[in-house]
């Protein structure tokens, strides 16, 4: 017999093969991996000010520079750069858009979602995620899809997670990522993925669990130091109470079961909810999301993620002012952070490994599948997505990062000496004269390398270790 | 100077210790805890009798003949004193050895070493290794930390053409900078030439769960009974945030518990005599509310359970004030009382390396009280 997934992997591949016999002047639509990889284009660099700045905001607003990107950057200005980023609908994404249309997965609903198995369903999702970070030309939007997946977080280790995020990703991060916090937040609040990883379709009427009640004030919202006491998670966990996740039939289909409410008058950060009304959730999240505590938490982990782990107080100030002001809008709020002198200026900050391995990948113009090989090294580097257990999202600091470097030395290796499968690189025209190597070394780090770097990098005995060795300098481990 | 090594183990989540260390004398414990609660000795299931009044977990069998060896101690209603009910919060403030006081720039256990080996750390590598990867604070500020997942995995990727020391000798090159990155990556480097050569040796396999948390408590043994100088070092076992259905003598809770039994007798016995030397201590960032909820699990609590386990313990015995489960005991929202404080709980092995009028160096003013004699006295 067939099943409805199998049908709708076969329509899929027919498609496909329809796809690719039709156009076969895109070559992106067959394996990627299978395709020469492209070589690495000729880098300009000249050491200028303007390339510097270029630089800089690439490195903030994108996965890591690839070799033509200076250049353009300046041609179009880094104003024009910025407001493009931020109206990502306005950047023609062909290459990235067909490349993750192959991934069926990520288009599906519950309950069509369960007929695959929770690993490919996960997994699937992650490679779409690795190829928009690779690939796609709205960078900014990738950047803002991984901030709010670690706001968010979601394990795909527990209950039904692993498929839901699949539809938490799409229905709730991507569509939100540069939209509204508001809408973000009540998307989180109701996404399947959400009432599962933190317990809120146990949450019940007299049978009150608080999991997701705590963190949506500690960790989404409010902050720990927010103003919020014990007694507003349990109230909050009242106004949510009776949210719920199907189960059987419809399963992973989010239902108000109103009998399972707790329909009594509430009072939660000084605020009454009245009672028998059946708009709780929204109270609480139009409540929570306009707080100015909130304004300032979410505001303070926007500054740490593009400008520096120690913002100065001023800056938060006046991107948490902006927040309140657009009623949080996230495009309005990064736009005052990107258009800020310390953002501008902020010192170089230590790459998550995420980052790193794509700053990597994008450098060296590599081709890459997101296939398992990529992923493990992706595991081993410490930021596989979705793989962080507790819901405080991978962390954003140095300190916690700088002791693992042995990952990354063994990522460059594997990446330069093409060992890793489905992901491929072509270093030969750096090999061709000193000249073409050095400015390729130096447009990577900003910078001209040092007379003991380049004797270090000279000991490797071909291109392969020493580009190797250039993806393990101390700088590039920072952006 | 102390040869001993401490091993820390974090239950990472808020484990229940009343599930754990079980006082099954307790009629309220029945009561508040209708479907999860584990039943007396000798019942189907039931928890293994400790003292007549407490009994463990069926799934920490592995570890009475510890306890019988007087080599294993509970500690009861111990923990951080805050009330936020928060896993982040919790954690960083015991990692950084307080509970509300401004934060210091050093974890406690930074703090510790600095007091009992003074001389820098990076003299040495491998001698602090944190194997958790949990934003920790506990090595903050110690610079010769070494992080690794397991020791089989510490090797360096080979290139394809050129040999191996090679690339090693240019890293070093590229690392010898004086910055915070360069001296990690010198450590890196000097742990790799190190680990390669207990690689090199014939490892015995031993019956470690094959799980991620038995892998790094084999490659902690590996690491002591290679004799490289090992101070101190830290590991995470997750999952013990159990808000739902975590079960009560099988079913998830059970299942961690075991993990952690077999992994702790495991390293016990591969250790063999240097087992003498060691300081096991478990430790987690709350307890659980008392009475289970609704969805068979519980809610974030405080007091909570901890384990001391090795060479110089005074065990066999659970230590701590038993606050009791009556309404009028629980404190708000209904949640076992803190009766020793996590760094009282510390100071037991603390004091005896470092000296009582030291301990403020560690714990920023705390007000150490009465020892309640965990470890014997050296």
Known sequence: MITRRSFLKLAGLTSLGVFTSACSQAPWLIGQANLPAPTIAMVNWHNSANEKTAAHVLKRLTYGIRPADIEQVMSKGISTFIDEQLNPESIPDDRAYWLVRRIDTIALNAPDIFELTAKDAINDLRQATILRAVYSERQLQELMVEFWSDHFNIYSEKADCAWLKIIDDREAIRKHALGKFQDLLHASATSPAMLSYLDGSSNQVRKLNENYARELLELHTLGVKGGYTQKDVMQAAKALSGWQNNQRFWRGRVKFESSLHDFEEKEILGQKFPANTSSDLEDLINLVSSHPSTANFISTKLCRRFVSENPSQELILQVAKRFQESRGDIKETLRVLFNSEEFLNAPPKFKRPFTYMLSALRAINANCDAGTALRQHLDTLGQLPFNWPTPDGYPDSAEHWQTQLLPRWNFAISLANNQIKGTSCNLEPLQSNLNTFNTFATSLIQRELTENELAAINQAENINDKVALLLCLPDFQYQ | ?378
């Open chain 2, 1 to 378: 100077m102390s040869k001993q090594v401490l091993v820390m183990i974090n239950l990472r989540g808020g484990a229940d210790g009343l599930n754990i260390v079980v006082p099954y004398r307790e009629e309220n414990y029945y009561q508040i805890r209708p479907t999860i609660s584990l039943s007396a000795p000798n019942n189907t299931n039931g928890v293994i009798d400790l003292d007549g009044f407490f009994g463990i977990h069926p799934a920490l069998a592995p570890l009475i003949p510890l306890y019988k060896n007087k080599q294993l101690a509970f500690l009861h209603a111990v923990g951080w004193p805050g009330d936020s009910h928060s896993h982040f919060e919790a954690w960083e403030e015991i990692e950084l050895g307080i509970a509300g006081q401004e934060k210091p720039t050093t974890g406690w256990l930074t703090r510790y070493l600095q007091l009992i080996a003074p001389e820098a750390p990076e003299s040495s590598p491998l001698q602090t290794i944190n194997f958790s990867a949990w934003p920790s604070k506990l090595f903050i500020g110690c610079q010769g930390t070494n992080q690794l997942t397991q020791l089989s995995d510490f090797r360096l990727a080979q290139s394809n053409k050129s040999n191996k020391p090679n690339i090693l000798e240019s890293l070093k090159s590229l690392y010898s900078q004086t910055s915070t990155l360069g001296m990690v990556g010198q450590q890196t480097i000097n742990a790799l030439e190190k680990v390669n050569k207990i690689l090199e040796a014939n490892l015995i396999g031993k019956n470690y769960p094959k799980t991620k948390f038995g892998n790094q408590l084999q490659s902690v043994a590996e690491l002591i009974n290679a004799d490289i100088g090992l101070k101190a070092t830290s590991l995470d076992l997750n999952g013990w945030d159990t808000h739902i259905m975590q079960g009560a003598a099988k079913g998830h809770m059970a299942s961690l518990l075991s993990e952690l039994a077999n992994s702790i007798a495991t390293f016990a016995e591969h250790l063999q005599d240097k087992w003498k030397d060691v300081l096991l201590v478990v430790m987690t960032e709350f307890g659980r509310r008392a009475m289970e909820n609704a969805s068979a699990g519980t809610e974030h609590g405080q007091g909570g359970v901890m384990f001391f386990a090795g060479g110089q313990v005074k065990g066999g015995h659970v230590y701590g004030d038993w606050p009791g489960l009556a309404q009028d005991k629980l404190v708000d929202p209904g949640d076992l009382a803190i009766t020793t404080d996590f760094r009282q709980a510390l100071s037991e092995f603390i004091i005896p390396q470092v000296g009582v009028a030291n301990i403020t160096k560690i714990f920023p003013a705390y007000q150490i009280r009465k020892q309640l004699g965990i470890l014997a006295s050296q």
